[in-house]
Every structure is written in C-alpha cells, then in structure tokens.
C-alpha cells in the first residue's frame, strides 16, 4: 500500500506546484473526504430516529430531523462543488508549468490530474473510513481493516502490471507500431475488474464477520447498520481505487512518453499519434 501512497505523491507534487495551487488542490481531497464522514454520520441520525424514535421527546426527535436533511443537503452541495471547482485549480495548476508540451501530452496531463485527485481523496477516505469502523465496534473494525490491507495489496501487484504494461504501448506508438484499442482499453479493464472483484470478495467476508458480531457480539442495530452502510462504502472506494489506478497508469505512461522517449526523435505529427 505504501507503494501505491508513494506513486500518488509523487505525481501530485509533480503536477501542482509548492504553494497555492497545491493548497487547493489538498484542500479539494479534504473536502472529498469529510463527505463520506458526514453521510455516515447522517446514516447513523437515521437509524437512531427509526429504532428510538418513539422513546426520543418531540424536541429532541425535531432536532434530528432538521439536522438529518440539514447534513444530507450540505454533503451533496460539497461534492457538487468540489468536482466542479477542481477544474479550475486543475487548469491554473497546470496552465503555471513551465515548458512546451504538445497538446496530447496536456490532455494526457489532465487525466493524470483528474486521475490523481481522485486517488488522493479516495485512499484518504479508505483509511479514515476504516479508522471511524474500528472506534465504532473495534473487534469488527479490525478484521475489516486486515481485509483491505490484503485487497490493497493484491491491487498493487495488479497496478505495477499495468504500469509495464501501459508504458509498453506507450512506446510501441511512439515506434509508430500498430497497438489495437482492445489490447489497450482490453488490458487495464481487465486488471481493474479483477481486483474490484477480489475487493467484492473482501467485502461478502466483512458482512459475514458484522453477522456474527450481531448475533453473537452483543453489536447494537443502529451500529450494525452504520457499519454495514459503511462497508458497502467502502467496497466502493476500493472500486473505485482500482479503476481509477489502472486509468491513472495509463495516463501516467503516456504524459511521461514525450521526455521518456525524447531519444526517438519523432517529429510533432508522430508525437500526436500516442493517444
């Protein structure tokens, strides 16, 4: 995982300057994280209402209930705002590198940073996430938290395969060789839905693990259903951070191809062939 956290800094502070434009951009992941933090948090007032309702006092239950739509309309106002503001920062962030670059190689500069965004917040989320389970129901929190440490890292050896793989058809189109749009789109789909699938497999075990808790355990329903809403969440974000990985290799490749490269000497025309 530590590998994975590495590759993501290192394109961040590579794509976003020290100073503003990196401020706002780890602001933006912030942002991106509390959500999920806040929705739980609105999970939990809705659960509380359903079961305790009756035994609340009318003040008390009018409370919950402004704040339970107060909370939920402020979390989608958030990420509305988010994802629209990030590009922006995105387009002042890049707009201050210094340096020619083709216009193929921006495009492919702008994935990357959609790309590493969406990696920063979402591995962010991954762990505060499974932090807030382990407060909650500790014996619960920790098995989940071994499970995504062994999905994470099945999703790293599937990352480093895409790496070598995407820079190989970065330099076959750079060799002006033929590389069909199945083996490219073919091979980072395929890596990403098998370590979304072994992510699928790490979450069944998770509601396995909170059943017997709440059998057996002494789990209180509203946490169960906390945690289980959360679980699901999760699985998810690791979804999402096996997708968004493959993409991310892929962008990577070919925005670093024109440097890598350089040695070929191509000229503009061909250089316009890598996308």
Known sequence: MLFLIRQVLTTFR???????????????????????????FVIRIFSTMIMHGKKESLLHAAFNFCLFFLLYGLSHLATYWQKTYRVKVFNAALSSRKGWRSKMT????????????????????????????????????????????LTMEFIKSMFKKQIITQEGFALAQKKNENVTALAKVGARIKSA???????????????????????FGGLPPADAVLLFLGFRMQN????????????????????????????????EEDEEEIG
């Open 236 to 267: 998810s974000n690791l979804g999402q951070v096996s997708s968004s990985l493959m993409r991310f290799a892929r962008a990577k490749a070919l925005s670093e191809a024109p440097q890598k490269y350089r040695h070929l000497k191509l000229d």
């Open 193 to 215: 839905e098998i370590a979304t699938l072994l992510a699928s497999g790490a979450f069944v075990l998770s509601l396995a693990v909170l059943l017997i808790f709440s059998f």
């Open 106 to 149: 921006e495009s492919w500069d702008w994935a990357l940073s959609f790309e590493t965004n969406n990696l920063l917040h979402t591995l962010t989320q991954v762990a505060v996430l499974s932090i807030y389970f382990t407060i909650i129901y500790w014996q619960a929190g920790l098995i989940n938290f071994l499970l995504i440490l």
């Open 14 to 40: 590579k794509l976003f300057p020290k100073g503003k434009h990196r401020n706002r951009a780890i602001w933006l992941a912030g942002i991106a994280t509390i959500v999920p933090l806040t929705q739980l």
